[in-house]
């Protein structure tokens, strides 16, 4: 392995997606300072070393060749999931799951670095897959990648972290579906995605006798059908599972066309919104700066999505093509469900919002993968 960057490569690093990574990394400090204004604890300083250990860590997966990091998606691969092995008899337990490795005064949460190694190990596969004869993946040739996707989703699906999981799941469908699949997968996605709409029909809304006839209700814990039964109803228990997505949504109307100010969100000042530094970042962000700067946000967030695109469809090879897009795909569903959920669109599924929502796991992992494309990029003339 040889860590080097080249002059050659210089023209060719995607300022615009790093200007616009550090834009977003830098609002959300300036936002967290308001999150976390007295007595709570002022979580912005510990996000901007987060930040600047994220920069440095970028800079390292800029100084090694991607072919090698190809060559070591396998061990990564396997590596995290042993992680998420061992947090069955290590791991600590917070709100319920057991999703933490407790280092002193840190925690780190393996499933969001198996979300790069899922990327990874997809990437590796379809690179090593291709066969130019054979362009589409019919059910028998896709065995490998759902193994890939089953095994890491599964193990984060029992910590329980549903939201995690999905994110898994969603990302990895996307990298599967870029890959180019037969028409009656295609098909069987959305008979399946149908089937779904049909058992939450079956099990929280249609108007029956009780004790109702569920399909996969009572086999959900508590909390898991709470969200579910309170994103269909949210008024039906404000003050229980309904709590969240009901403060939530007063934040970020309240909020208007420009916002009430920094430090001057009443939602946010009294601690009405719950988890207001991580999962419900952007109801701090609408309810102070409004409507005008939540687009702004979204835009930036938007050009990153299209910079990350853009990486892929410049890459030299199908491997770095595929972690290109799976990098990009694992952002975007985040932002969607993350806001989504805020305002009551999306159930309550406890997902963060990149580089806006306080935290050392989410933070490394989102500019690991900011890194992967930089290298990508910069690398695309290169062999």
Not at 249 to 257: L, Q, R, T, W
Request: with cysteine.
């Amino acid at each position: 392995m040889q860590l080097r960057i080249e002059r050659r490569m210089v023209p060719h690093v995607p300022w615009g997606l790093i200007i616009c990574v550090l834009a977003v990394a830098l609002l959300g400090i300036w936002n967290l300072a308001s999150a976390s204004r007295p007595p709570l604890a002022p979580v912005w300083s510990s996000q901007a070393l987060y930040l600047g250990l994220g920069i440095v860590a970028v800079l390292v997966v800029c100084l090694v060749d991607y072919r090698w990091i190809q060559r070591m998606a396998m061990p990564i691969y396997v590596a995290n999931i042993l992680a998420l092995i061992a947090l069955r008899f290590v791991g600590h337990t917070a709100k319920g799951a057991e999703s933490w490795f407790a280092i002193g005064p840190f925690r780190l949460q393996p499933a969001e670095f198996m979300k790069i190694g899922v990327v990874l190990m997809l990437a590796k596969v379809y690179h090593d897959d291709f066969r130019p004869n054979e362009p589409s993946y019919g059910l028998v040739r896709l065995w490998k990648p759902l193994v890939v996707v089953g095994v890491p989703f599964i193990l984060v699906l029992v910590q329980p972290d549903l939201g995690t999981a999905l994110m898994i799941g969603l990302s990895s469908l996307t990298v599967i579906l870029f890959g180019k699949v037969r028409w009656y997968l295609v098909a069987t996605l959305v008979a399946g995605v149908l089937a779904g709409a049909i058992v939450i029909w079956n099990d929280y809304i249609r108007e029956v006798p009780e004790p109702r006839p569920t399909i996969v209700r009572h086999h959900l814990k508590k909390h898991q059908s709470q969200r579910i039964s309170g994103w269909l109803d949210p008024e039906a228990d404000l003050r229980g599972s309904g709590y969240h997505a009901a403060q939530s949504k007063i934040a970020v109307g309240s909020g208007g066309v420009s916002g009430k100010g920094w430090r001057e969100g009443t939602q946010t000042g009294l601690r009405f919104l719950p988890e207001q530094h991580t999962d419900f970042i952007f109801s701090v962000w609408a309810e102070e700066h409004g409507f005008v700067l939540c687009t702004l946000l979204l835009v930036l967030y938007g050009a990153i999505f299209i910079f990350g695109l853009g990486v892929g469809f410049s890459a030299r090879d199908r491997f770095g093509a595929f972690v290109a897009v799976g990098v990009v795909a694992m952002l975007f569903w985040q932002v969607f469900e993350n806001i989504g959920m805020v305002i009551g669109l999306l159930p309550v599924t406890g997902i963060t919002l990149p580089l806006m929502s306080y935290g050392g796991s989410s933070m490394m992992s989102v500019m690991l993968s900011i890194g992967l494309l930089v290298n990508i990029s910069m690398r695309r003339h290169m062999f």
